[in-house]
């Protein structure tokens, strides 16, 4: 390999080097998150009676969806879905659903939990 070509194949590598790292720390988020929140809402919408239809129907199930459904909407960085408040949010979603009613205080405490996260968020 001849002197120039080495130096070209450098210098060009190094630019496309650089090209990858700030897509990757300056455009992470509107690359990869806002189609992800959009995946995450339509599986949402059209999964959520198919996979929760052992919880009975109420005014509370129905709520609980438009607050997930709420949080994942204000979502802005990838920081807000691997916070520990996001996994305080899952682990809530799972207490909810495992006796197979939504009642109002398990609703309110959800409510919270989402608040805090948001408000921690901004």
């Known amino acids: 390999m001849q002197k120039g070509c080495f130096l070209k194949f450098i210098i060009i590598f190094t630019i496309f080097v650089a090209v990858i790292l700030y897509l990757v720390q300056n455009k992470f988020d509107e690359f990869f998150v806002k189609p992800g929140k959009k995946i995450l809402l339509s599986v949402l919408n059209e999964k959520w009676d198919e996979e929760l239809s052992y919880v009975k129907e109420s005014i509370e ?26 996994s305080a949010i899952i682990n809530q979603l799972g207490t909810i659903v495992q006796d197979s009613i939504v009642d109002a205080g398990e609703l309110l405490k959800m409510r919270k939990i989402i608040n805090e996260t948001l408000k921690n968020g901004k």
Do not use: A, C, V
């Open 61 to 86: 199930k129905d709520s609980l969806k438009i607050l997930i459904n709420e949080y994942l909407t204000q979502m802005k960085s990838k920081e807000d879905l691997t916070g520990d408040k996001t």
